[in-house]
């Protein structure tokens, strides 16, 4: 008998007495428990494994059957963990708010929308990423595990994104995250769960069936899966999911075609990539939230699915128009934020107007569910008969002993509450006679996990975000209770309460030492424990957020300590500061206490999105000078500005309520650059010195206001006829002039200008630029961007071109970026910044020489067609500070061509800055066996390679390939902009 036969006999033979057992159970259910079936199907999987062992032995085994072992496993573990997940792929997370009763579950797909991801943050640098590409950072195979770490704030949306991931594995076929069909099996670790502590618990917990029925053998069949490991949740590890990571990253350290893709917020990613075994690849990458433009659309798209669910036809106009009027505001960006104001519009519209910051948010969310809770309160058998008032009452008496039991087990860095906290706070409800399932439901959500002994149903708070918030409640009623207590206090007794040396982690901070009471001051000073304050930085942020609305007024030490404590916690920098005051409504003393700890520097800058928070932090910061340039309207800003010197106003939008700030403030500079009418400034402008005026559009209602301008100066920008302006020139001083389009007008309106510089820029199709000859030849050009042909020369007309010839050979022109023309002579020895494309041979024979005579050259970028070819290059491009060289249009049998020209051009400081392919078709192939060889072998070296497209799985290879032969990085993607028109 073959070894395969043997296997097969096997589990045709566990199948038998498997479903016998099962069968003798459902028939003598009286005399057979389930548990009882359960221990004689486990003593069958170990029999059969110990003859499976006895016969062929565990090494052999796998030696002589490992692919047959492996691929039932796959097939057999792919069932049972969809089986597992069934329900997952759903978002509840505010279904807490409809209570007991409630089982409002959104479809994820439904509701997901882009989030905006950066990468490369952690080496200086910062790449918007697509989050479909997220799993083709890595390859397809490598020799090494990787891990992939995505870093976001708390409501950010990190287990969103896992939840749609593992939607999208169950389902299979098509799916929107490129790369996700590669993986054999997925793995799912929550952290937050309390009872695993080892690898082989997971397996056990996630796999029942096939944890019987391999043993042993399990683990190491499924480190040789193509494996990948989700784990949610880095920052709200415990204890025992301490010991599981670790014990999970020791395991799977050899396990070269896993990858590990784990979520965080901020201040737990160092401690773990400093855990990290060496062997993995790493790659971070961070959540910064939804983008400007689909904020709206998230919530629409929320609020459809809620809807659909809930067999509703609301109308959610009303908030999608105050998020387009809003979405400028900081606490819009986190997901979680638009999905609760979305939930709080749904049952109660009008609360949109008050809910304005995030703890608002909050605040509204939890008054809402009492309110859901009171209205099941009036129809439930224990309560229906008190009257409304008794009923509140009775709940409010109960909130304190959530808060408290939150708020320990947040101290325990655990989100599900134990068995006793749970007893605890049914005790209570019995107390005063509520219902204990309906009162834990309205505020807590029901977590369900499977394990191979039972199933454990454990409350925990419905996200991190609300179980801080309850905590800061906490302490809130806490220092309400007791004045005399400082916020420090209250968090050194919860840590106390908790245990802390059990519970945390050595890593995260030192141990509490338990101090005896008859010891000296001097001595408890000098124990004085470490907290880990990092992690209370978002309660504090609460806290700071509640002060005004319990404490009236607020104790001016309260609000030094809370701010003194954020910053400890890790709250730092300029942002950091301007988000808290965006997130809370500061009273007097919060604000004078942040003005201590905030950055100012030598000026203050205000930016569109800044007003509000600068509005109220100006009058406690010490006197600056202040720059102004904000689209919308500025003047929530004027009674802070009197505290500063403001320096510079740009007027880039709303020229109303412009009009209104100028008016009130002292004589400053001012400059316009709004594409709104600018009339209205017209009444104000006066007391103000006007140093430039920007025209981009409407071009008669700027000839108003220029003529009402005593001499200024103005740079016009405008597509179209810049001609209407002519009737005013005398008055002002013209320093710049921007050729759109329209070159016929515009040389008309230049014809009657003196002396001044021009720029042309033009990004489509280039019309004829020979009316613009004698502008050149009159003003200095200082620069010329034609897009179209730098992007594609062989489109477009090679026949000579006396603008280009007049541009580039006049002396006055400091940039270009373009193709070059046959016929020029000599190049502007001023050119500092030369983008040249060369279509053809002719132009690289009489160009290419005269690039040496540019002493003022800093940075060059040749583009070079498919139409050169490398016979035609005699000299090497010159030694300057930054050389880029673009080969566009390379596809497979061009390589020779494409390698040869890189060498050839190659300037003699024996490297490029960049080497870049746009629009390369070229197979992966070909990339890896011939182009990156054959440059190296003809001495080609780079800082960068970059090729257009979406990350491939053969990337980490080719990435290697390029850093050992050409000595610098490859780049995928960037180029989109060359593509065909």
């Not at 009171?374 to 309560?383: I, K, V």
Request: proline content about 6%; hydrophobic content about 35%; aromatic content about 6%.
């Amino acid at each position: 008998m073959s070894n395969a036969d043997f296997l097969g006999k096997t589990s045709r033979l566990r199948e038998v007495l498997t479903n016998t057992l099962k069968a003798t159970q459902r028939r003598y259910n009286a005399s057979m428990t389930s548990h009882q079936r359960d221990k004689h199907i486990q003593w069958v999987h170990t029999q059969l494994g110990n003859i499976s062992e006895e016969v062929t032995g565990m090494d052999d085994l796998m030696t002589r059957c490992g692919p047959e072992l492996l691929q039932s496993l796959v097939t057999e573990a792919t069932n049972q963990l969809k089986e597992t997940f069934k329900g997952d792929e759903f978002v509840g997370l505010l279904s807490f708010i409809c209570g007991s009763g409630g089982n409002v579950h959104l479809q994820v797909q439904k509701i997901f929308t882009k989030i905006k991801i950066v990468s490369g943050k952690e080496q200086g640098g910062q790449i918007d990423m697509d989050y479909r590409h997220l799993l083709n950072i890595f390859p397809k195979a490598t020799s090494q595990p990787q891990a992939l770490i995505v870093e976001g704030l708390a409501g950010m949306g990190k287990t969103t994104l896992l939840t749609l991931l593992m939607k999208e594995w169950l389902v299979g076929g098509q799916v929107s995250i490129k790369g996700l069909d590669k993986y054999q099996l997925l793995l799912r670790v929550q952290c937050r769960s309390p009872h695993l502590t080892k690898f082989t618990n997971l397996l056990e917990e996630l796999l029942p069936d096939a944890s019987l029925k391999y043993r042993d053998l399990l683990p190491r069949l499924v480190k040789q899966c193509r494996l990948l490991v989700v784990i949610d949740g880095l920052d709200e590890r415990n204890s025992n999911s301490y010991q599981l990571v670790h014990d999970l990253l020791y395991q799977l350290q050899h396990a070269r075609h896993c990858t590990l893709l784990c979520t965080t917020r901020p201040e737990a990613l160092t401690d773990f990539l400093h855990s990290l075994p060496n062997g993995y690849g790493k790659h971070v990458v961070e959540l910064v939230g939804i983008p400007l433009d689909l904020r709206a659309d998230f919530v629409s798209r929320y609020f459809e699915e809620i809807n659909r669910v809930t067999e509703s036809t609301h109308s959610c106009q009303e908030l999608i128009e105050k998020i387009e009027k809003e979405k400028y505001k900081e606490h819009y960006r986190f997901p979680l934020n638009l999905a609760i104001i979305t939930w709080l519009f749904f049952y109660q519209p009008d609360i949109i107007n008050k809910a304005t910051t995030q703890t608002e948010l909050y605040y509204h969310t939890h008054i809402l569910c009492q309110s859901k809770l009171d209205d099941r309160l009036a129809n439930n058998d224990l309560t229906k008969f008190i009257r409304k008032r008794t009923r509140e009452g009775k709940v409010r008496a109960w909130l304190p002993h959530l808060y408290v039991k939150i708020f320990e087990s947040l101290s325990r860095n655990e989100l599900n509450l134990g068995e006793e906290v749970t007893e605890h706070l049914r005790s209570a409800c019995d107390t005063l006679g509520l219902p204990d399932d309906e009162i834990l439901a309205a505020f807590l959500t029901m977590r369900t996990t499977w394990t191979p002994m039972a199933i454990l149903e454990q409350y925990s708070a419905p996200h991190k975000g609300l179980q801080e918030y309850y905590g800061a409640l906490h302490v809130m009623l806490t220092l309400q209770i007791n004045p005399s207590i400082s916020i420090m206090d209250v968090i050194m007794e919860g840590l106390e309460t908790v245990d802390t040396l059990q519970q945390i982690p050595p890593l995260s901070f030192s141990p509490i030492r338990r101090i005896d009471a008859a010891k000296k001051e001097a001595e408890k000073e000098q124990n004085k424990p470490k907290i880990p304050l990092h992690l209370y930085q978002n309660l504090l942020r609460h806290v700071a957020g509640m002060l005004h609305l319990y404490l009236h007024p607020v104790p001016d030490k309260l609000a030094l300590e809370s701010m003194e404590l954020l910053s400890k916690a890790g709250v730092q920098s300029k942002d950091q500061w301007l988000d808290l005051i965006e997130n809370i409504k500061p009273s007097s003393a919060v604000l004078a206490a942040i003005a201590t700890h905030f950055p100012v520097g030598k000026d203050i800058v205000i930016k569109e999105g800044r007003v509000h928070s600068y509005s109220v932090l100006l009058p406690y910061l010490p006197h600056k000078q202040v720059k102004l340039n904000v689209k919308g309207d500025p003047t929530p800003l004027l009674s802070g500005l009197t505290h500063h010197t403001c320096t510079n106003i740009i007027v880039s939008g709303d020229s109303v309520n412009h009009s209104v700030l100028l008016t009130e403030l002292p004589p400053t500079t001012v400059e316009i650059a709004t594409t709104d009418d600018p009339t209205p400034l017209i009444p104000s402008i006066g007391r103000h010195t006007c140093t430039k005026v920007v025209v981009r559009e409407d071009l008669l209602k700027y000839r108003t206001f220029l003529t009402q301008l005593s001499s200024t100066q103005v740079e016009v920008a405008v597509f179209g006829d810049p001609t209407p302006l002519l009737p005013i020139l005398p008055q002002h001083t013209y320093t710049n002039v921007t050729v759109r389009d329209d070159p016929v007008n515009h040389a008309t309106f230049l014809s009657h200008l003196p002396k001044t510089y021009v720029d042309v820029v033009i990004g489509g199709d280039v019309p004829s630029l020979a009316p613009l000859v004698p502008a050149v030849t009159h003003h200095t050009c200082f620069s010329v961007k034609l897009k179209q042909h730098w992007h594609h020369p062989l489109s477009t007309s090679h026949q000579p071109d006396p603008f280009i010839q007049a541009v580039l050979s006049r002396n006055g022109v400091k940039m270009y970026s373009g193709q070059g023309s046959i016929g020029i002579e000599s190049l502007a020895s001023t050119l500092t910044h030369l983008s040249l494309a060369l279509p053809d041979d002719n132009q690289i024979t009489q160009l290419l020489p005269l690039l040496h005579s540019l002493n003022k050259l800093v940075d060059l970028r040749l583009h070079v067609s498919e139409a050169v070819s490398p016979e035609c290059v005699t000299t090497a491009l010159p030694d300057i500070h930054r050389v880029h060289l673009y080969l566009s249009d390379l596809s497979d049998g061009g390589e020779e061509r494409a390698y040869t020209l890189a060498s050839r051009l190659q300037p003699h400081k024996k490297y490029y800055d960049a080497l870049e392919f746009p629009r390369c078709y070229l197979s992966m192939r070909s990339w890896m066996e011939v182009m990156v060889e054959c440059l190296s072998e003809g001495g080609v070296r780079v800082k960068v390679m970059r090729v257009p497209g979406d990350p491939t799985p053969q990337d980490a290879l080719i990435t290697k390939l390029v850093k050992q032969k050409l000595r610098g990085t490859f780049i995928r993607g960037g180029l989109e902009s060359w593509v065909k028109q």
